[in-house]
């Protein structure tokens, strides 16, 4: 079974579409975590949410918008695609001691969104 | 915000040959850790170092975490063809998000 899965792997779409991006992970992690990696591979986060509760909301615009329905998903919405969305979208989950994270993140294998 | 300065870029080397690579930051951390990514995959944790100083292996793999808290380094031994990907450093506060260095992108010629 996959540790961190995430939906789907491939996205291609045009500007201005609405898409979502699903994860799930079965490792029992309280944290989870949206990042982005651009065209140079830097890897930015954007969101981080610990037991269902939105903890870091990085400088992401509002058409960004996360959900986590239950702490084993976190969900990605983005609304009025631009060109410059394109990217690869990496959700990741950890594990908390003593309410912290370690900082050791296990990721998905990324979804590609290419936008036209 | 904080920085990462990851060196170098990129590296071919021969396989077999020894790789070293670092780390540095204007802040300090409490964790080092680093990671690589395969071609089309998510980027899996290699090594975590949790005290200035510690020096920890994984196999073929050694890590270093700096005694300012502020660098690490990795070296990977007689490379392998497998080797091949981008390692990220990565550096950790606790109460911030974890950082990531720009990643070294390293070629191994058979």
């Known amino acids: 079974d996959t540790a961190v899965s995430q939906t789907p792997k491939y996205l291609v779409t045009q500007m201005g579409n609405d898409k979502s991006i699903k994860c799930e992970q079965n490792?029992?992690?309280?944290?989870m975590y949206w990042y982005k990696q651009d065209s140079k591979k830097f890897l930015k986060i954007m969101f981080s949410y610990n037991n269902k509760e939105l903890i870091i909301n990085e400088t992401v615009p509002n058409r960004f918008s996360p959900k986590s329905p239950d702490k084993a998903h976190l969900n990605l919405h983005i609304n009025s695609l631009e060109l410059g969305d394109s990217a690869v979208y990496f959700c990741?989950?950890?594990?908390?001691?003593?309410?912290?994270?370690?900082?050791?993140?296990?990721f998905g294998e990324g979804s590609r969104l290419t936008v036209l | 915000g904080q920085q990462l300065n990851q060196s170098p870029q990129s590296m071919f080397i021969q396989e077999g040959e020894d790789v070293s690579m670092n780390c540095t930051s204007s802040s300090i951390f409490n964790t080092w850790l680093w990671y690589k990514q395969d071609p089309g995959e998510g980027p899996v944790l290699l090594i975590a170092l949790y005290k200035a100083g510690e020096l920890t292996s994984n196999g073929r793999l050694t890590a270093q975490f700096g005694i300012t808290r502020k660098d690490s380094f990795l070296n990977i031994s007689a490379s392998i063809p497998s080797d091949v990907g981008i390692y990220f450093c990565a550096g950790f506060s606790g109460n911030t998000p974890l950082v990531f260095g720009k990643g070294t992108r390293l070629s191994v010629i058979a």
């Open positions: 990741a989950s950890s594990q908390d001691q003593q309410g912290l994270s370690t900082g050791e993140l296990f």
């Open positions: 490792l029992g992690h309280d944290t």
